[in-house]
């Protein structure tokens, strides 16, 4: 064994030198062991393990080595007779991948573990205390009852043994349920002083029972005189002011560091775990249990090393808290069937002072919420020596009792590991639960995979990650863009539906951006204004801390300038999220059960961009009626907040002028970078998210932040006016008369069309047609001024005649062309000479 180094230095020295702490024993302790410090009142000190796999990240098959070794000595020491009568008992949480290690090594013992999580419905068996460490109380919890009522040795197994106290704690408990006549105590290391060591052969002999020591190495701890003191005041001053070194936070709120890579992918693996195996060893694991993993252990290996990025060359397995053999298996697995190095280690409750010193064996520290319901209430857990560590990928493990909101949010552990790692994978184990009939029945599939977090920028588009967080999944990795004339033939044939592809992103000429910029500066101030005017009416009206929902695209800078808005006149921090809505198809459900598992659905207000004829706003509240007959859930307001309402479709609005807003100018380039959404069956299923690219290749075009600063910057300019403007929006009359919608009808039967959906009232919805569809022809009302600019310019480049009509109730509509396809049109897609 290589001594336990960083740079050349054992991790022990830095405590050594500061407290006087010393290790003294066999040669190998300085290569199984180094020093931290911890906040624990019982004892400052803490000996971390090199080859525990819980600290300090290791190769599983040195973990797994270590474990299985020391179980071969205790069936050598038992005999092959006493070994096959024997049960393998590991302690929660840092023992329990060392017990079933173990208990592989003996070859046909049972294994229980001890547990800090009760199970509803499942009697201890058993309990004890755990004197010096930082969560005390341990349950027993067998499936079977006489698991523990055999004569046959018991083996106890610890990653430590110091003062004996814990071995002596469970021995007093069981013997006195279950006696028997011998008892093997394992451990990685015998850290007891001699007098510990006299007084476990005295008890032994008071219970009349033989107990044996194995351990892989054997030493004690020299502390000094008032070490728990002064290691107490050295973890309080170097947390109170240690400012943590780039990618090594020590508290949560310093894990956002200065140069730390961007946010990685998060990606659910599917293990497809054997129906009815136990997750562990916490109801017990039995020789046939241990069969059914190993045939099943290659296969959910390869599964994993599917998912991995193929350029990976440093690959972690994370483990959470007690569920430690699992992943130890199948990081070992993994570690044989990929060329990236594989290290594995798990994550813990206990507090440990991280410094950022080759002589300290706590380097660095990810804290995060606890995300399995802990008994013991809400708490911090954390992650050590995974920040910094130049992992390529790490594949988190958790059962599905962790597999919680909490897991996936946004101070959660996976987005804490997005932070250090270009790709998260999860892997999700069953909970086994005895005699359960829900999800968590022994017998019952995995359940139904949690929806992810959202995608948030810059891993997923331009905007701040605080701006918006995108309840869609990332297809930029698919080609979906098509021809906007085949995309028209298909449309109109019925061969497909638009939200199964992408037209081709518009690249605006420079005359085009001139355009657009000189549109965003002379309509800013008016754009700010219906921005206050909306969002105060929200505010006054829906909930005072609103759930601001965008519909995806053209709604989100909508969404974004609302929250600015709060926070520039309330100081109020909003959550804002984009979903996707398709017309035909509803809004995304799964979007709704996100947001319903999150927050009150009564507090969502749903933001659009404008109102055309009120196609989308009748299809939200179709899709918000038919999701609360099929999920049961209800509270969700169907009604929308525009930036513009020219069809006189909703109650809250910033104003019900048609005039033009820059943003719909342009296509990705001003919202984000982000596409269209996309729902197609081969690539959204019925647990995912809708879909949308970002266009990471359009960076240098894009303007999606100048017009919201160009927007935002107007604010103050405009307070008095939106406060004057929203009085009056309030007290006046606001039912939708659906103008709009009937102006539509007509135009429809007037032009021959026979159909409203090719049929775009309004600016946006014109510049909409003109940029993605195949337009024939374009109505403006007579006299329009420079609103129509950029839609004459575009009509022009795409050789579209724009007609001027008296009394037209919008500024302009687009007609779509009513009988599409490309013999009638030319294959440039150029409109139909009339």
Known sequence: ?????????????????????????????????????????????????????????????????????????????????????????????????????????????????????????????????????????????????????????????????????????????????????????????????????????????????????????????????????????????????????????????????????????????????????????????????????????PAMAARVAEALPGDARRVLVLGFEELM??????????????????????????????VDDPGYAIRTRLVFPAHDDPADGPGERYAYNVAGAGFDAVVAVVDSVADTPELHAPDGLLDRLAAHTPHVLLAVVPSYVPGATGPQAPHAPERPAMLPEPLRGPAFSSYAPEEVGWLLQDLSDVTLEAPTEEREEAIQSGGAHYAESLPVEYQPSEQYQELFHAALESSAARLAQAVGVVTEAVLAERSPSPVLVSLARAGTPVGVLMRRWAQYRHGLDLPHYAVSIVRGRGIDANALRWLAGRYDPSDVVFVDGWTGKGAITRELADAVREFEQTDGITGFDPEIAVLADPGSCVRTYGTREDFLIPSACLNSTVSGLISRTVLRADLVGPHDFHGAKFYRELAGSDVSSVFLDTVSGRFAEVVDTVDAEVKELLSGDRTPTWEGWAAVERISEEYGIHDVNLVKPGVGETTRVLLRRVPWKILARAGAGADLDHVRLLAEQRGVPVEEVDELPYTCVGLIHPKYTRGATGADGRAVAV
């Open 1 to 297: 064994m290589n001594k336990a180094v960083n740079d050349g230095v054992w991790s022990g020295t830095w405590v050594a030198e500061r407290l006087g702490v010393e290790l003294v024993g066999d040669d190998e302790l300085t290569g199984l062991l180094g020093l931290a410090l911890r906040r624990n009142p019982k004892r400052a000190h803490l000996l971390v393990s090199n080859v525990l796999g819980k600290h300090v990240p290791q190769s599983p098959s040195v973990v797994y080595g270590h474990g299985f070794a020391l179980g071969r000595r205790v069936r050598d020491l038992l005999g092959a007779e006493e070994a096959g009568t024997a049960v393998v008992l590991g302690y929660a949480e840092t023992a329990t991948g060392l017990g079933h290690s173990v208990a592989d090594g003996l070859g046909v013992a049972p294994y229980l573990h001890s547990t800090r999580r009760p199970v509803p419905g499942v009697a201890p068996a058993g309990g004890f205390e755990e004197s010096h460490s930082h969560a005390t109380s341990h349950l027993l919890l067998p499936e079977d009852p006489d698991l523990l009522a055999g004569d046959g040795p018991l083996v106890l197994v610890d990653d430590e043994f110091s003062t004996g106290n814990t071995v002596l704690n469970t021995i007093r408990d069981l013997h006195a349920r279950y006696p028997r006549k011998r008892y093997v105590v394992v451990a990685l290391v015998d850290m007891r002083s001699a007098a510990d060591t006299g007084r476990l052969e005295h008890f032994a002999r008071e219970i009349g029972a033989r107990v044996d020591l194995v351990a892989a190495a054997s030493g004690t701890v020299r502390l000094p005189e008032g070490v728990l003191e002064k290691g107490q005041e050295l973890v309080a001053r170097y947390e109170s002011t240690r400012v943590p070194a780039p990618g090594a936070p020590a508290r949560r709120e310093s894990v956002a560091v200065p140069g730390q890579r961007t946010r990685g992918r998060i990606t659910r693996v599917e293990l497809h775990w054997p129906r009815g195996l136990p997750d562990g060893g916490r109801h017990g694991f039995t020789p046939a249990h241990r069969d059914r993993l190993e045939r099943a252990l």
């Open 325 to 354: 053999y699992v992943p130890l298996r199948l990081a070992r697995e993994l570690e044989q069937i990929v060329g990236a190095e594989v290290r594995y280690s798990t994550t813990t409750r206990s507090p440990v002072l991280a």
